[in-house]
């Protein structure tokens, strides 16, 4: 591949697939601590067990169902584009990803040894996590990453004396 073209392409790639792999850590991060923290609240505790309970195909059907679930909200933001109310429609959005996001996760969570025995379900599991894993590792070797990483660490280190020097008086 010519030079110059691979330059190019790296320099339009390499930020936004660094962005999405930083946005999407963090968010599952801080999405599992707080549905893990729902998921101490009894009602859900006891949905979560009869789920864990599930054979592997009804297990399948209950990991699906919040896709379908988040549904409407995409509808909702649809209509708010329709009527010129963008912000709406785009806050929609993201509300909709963050929460079918976060259901889905605890969802993974707790039923991946289950889902784990559908063989053609494994297979895809295998084979998606081999793939992003292997994303993550490039992105992550970039020298870019390298600085951003370190710059990152730098400002969550200043931010933690801050707000250690504030509660510390």
Not at 39 to 44: M, Q, T, V, Y
Not at 123 to 141: E, G, H, L, P
């Amino acid at each position: 591949m010519n030079r110059y073209l691979k330059r190019a392409l790296e320099i339009a790639i390499v930020p936004l697939a660094a962005a999405i792999v930083f946005f999407e850590q963090t968010l599952i991060k801080y999405l599992n601590i707080a549905m893990a923290a729902v998921a101490r609240w009894p009602p859900i505790a006891k949905l979560e067990a009869w789920l864990v309970s599930l054979p592997p195909y009804a297990a399948l059907c209950a990991f699906v169902t919040p896709s379908i679930l988040i549904l409407p909200i995409k509808f909702i933001a649809l209509w708010f584009a329709s009527i010129g109310q963008y912000e709406l429609a785009l806050g929609a959005l993201i509300v909709g990803k963050m929460l079918g996001t976060a259901v889905l996760a605890r969802l993974y969570r707790i039923l991946r040894p289950r889902l784990m025995t559908i063989p053609w379900f494994g297979k895809a599991d295998t084979w998606f996590f081999y793939w992003r894993d292997q994303a993550y590792a490039f992105v992550k070797s970039l020298p870019a990453w390298k600085r951003v990483s370190a710059m990152v660490q730098q400002l969550r280190v200043r931010i933690v004396a801050l707000v250690s020097g504030l509660f510390a008086r």
